[in-house]
């Protein structure tokens, strides 16, 4: 089955830098590759998804990239801020609404 | 628009006992899957309910159980409750009946129930 990796499991910048957390996944069938931010004593919340068909997604301040040949996936947060500071999971799926893979999780801790 | 509820947010039980939790999906969504997530982990796969069925199961005995009523909320159970069976217990939602090329991957968590096991 799918085995989500993801790296760092920790990560510390300061107030204004940019953040990057990797995943690689195994089942080269996924094809769906969401990535949540989960605050304490909180469900994970959506922060931003990419398909297989797209190579790269932007929503302000926050970024991810796909390399469907090394099956590996990036979230890039650029400008980060306190309140990035939180828990990021990726995640992936073979099949539209099918079970999702998660990964271990990265800690961001952003201070100012 | 609500999002996803779950009651209750907190449940205490001791080995042994049954335990049953709750979930109400997103305005306009179908179909609900559970999670169980473990302190300082990710969150692992129980099962997905559709149509008052369930659609997928992952790697969980079968002292885990669940129902979907008409309405599309949903209930977990949990049987013969061990101290490992300690964790938050994530539902999330989807909308899986859509027009042709609806998204139906994007999936909605709820904040969760944390379970203690004595």
């Known amino acids: 089955g799918e085995n989500v990796e993801q790296h760092p499991s920790t990560l510390s910048v300061q107030e204004g830098d940019s953040a990057v957390i990797k995943c690689t996944y195994s089942?080269?069938?996924?094809?769906?590759f969401p990535w949540y931010k989960q605050e304490l004593g909180k469900g994970p919340q959506l922060i931003i998804d990419?398909?297989?068909?797209?190579g790269e997604k932007k929503d302000q301040r926050i970024a991810v990239t796909l390399n469907k040949t090394a099956k590996h996936f990036s979230l890039h947060i650029t400008e980060t801020q306190p309140e990035d500071s939180a828990v990021y999971f990726c995640?992936?799926?073979?099949?539209?609404?099918?079970?999702?893979?998660f990964g271990k999780g990265t800690t961001l801790s952003v201070s100012s | 628009d609500a999002g996803v509820t779950q009651s209750p947010t907190h449940l205490i039980k001791t080995r042994g006992q049954q335990v049953t939790l709750r979930c109400s999906p997103k305005?306009?969504?179908?179909?609900v899957s559970w999670y169980q997530q473990a302190l300082g982990q990710g969150p692992q796969f129980i099962f997905q309910?559709?149509?008052?069925?369930?659609?997928q199961r992952g790697n969980f005995p079968d002292r885990f159980s669940g129902h979907q009523y008409p309405n599309y909320s949903s209930e977990l159970n949990v049987n013969a409750l061990l101290l490992g069976d300690s964790a938050l217990y994530l539902c999330?939602?989807?909308?899986?009946?859509?027009?042709?090329?609806?998204?139906?991957?994007?999936?909605?968590f709820g904040p969760g129930t944390r379970l203690t096991v004595l």
């Open positions: 999330a939602s989807r909308r899986d009946r859509g027009r042709p090329g609806t998204k139906k991957d994007t999936q909605y």
């Open positions: 089942d080269s069938a996924s094809n769906y």
């Open positions: 990419i398909r297989s068909n797209v």
């Open positions: 995640a992936a799926n073979r099949q539209a609404g099918t079970a999702l893979i």
């Open positions: 305005s306009g969504h179908d179909t």
């Open positions: 309910y559709y149509e008052e069925e369930e659609r």
